[in-house]
């Protein structure tokens, strides 16, 4: 399977999107201030539009993302990362609260791991999951981001949601 790469410019830094024809497997952030991966004309539709909705989320339109992404890791990880984008846009909720949602309560610690492992970034909302006491704990983005995307889903959010 051929993997595309493109770079999304945001507010808090590059982002590197990578995918294929079909999906996205990747959504990080580039530790560089430079665009090196521009679209070209074989770039995937599924990547310009990631990087569209990327866009739409940084200037407050969208709350949830609709292109198809590919999530790749072991069995416990993966009921992580699913459970991730059930913490709202602007909410967010605890290690514990994941461990519990996935039947696993003691594997607080686990949940921390597959977390910082999560590489589609923004959209499986690592970045909601916060310490049992409310503060603000590892980002693999920088700390820094993980403030930022609270505050703007803070800002932007619905009074309805």
Known sequence: MKKYKVDYKSPIGVIEIEGSDSAIYGINFAERDEIIHIPQQDTPKVLMECAK???EYFIGERHDFSFPYVVEGTDFQQA?????PTVSYGETASYKDIAVAINNEKAVRAVGSANGKNNISIVVPCHRIIG??????GYG?????KEWLLQHEQTYKNPSE
């Open 132 to 137: 049992s006491n409310g503060t603000l704990t």
């Open 141 to 145: 983005g920088g700390m820094w981001r």
């Open 80 to 84: 992580v990362w699913q459970a991730l």
């Open 53 to 55: 909705q990327l866009q």
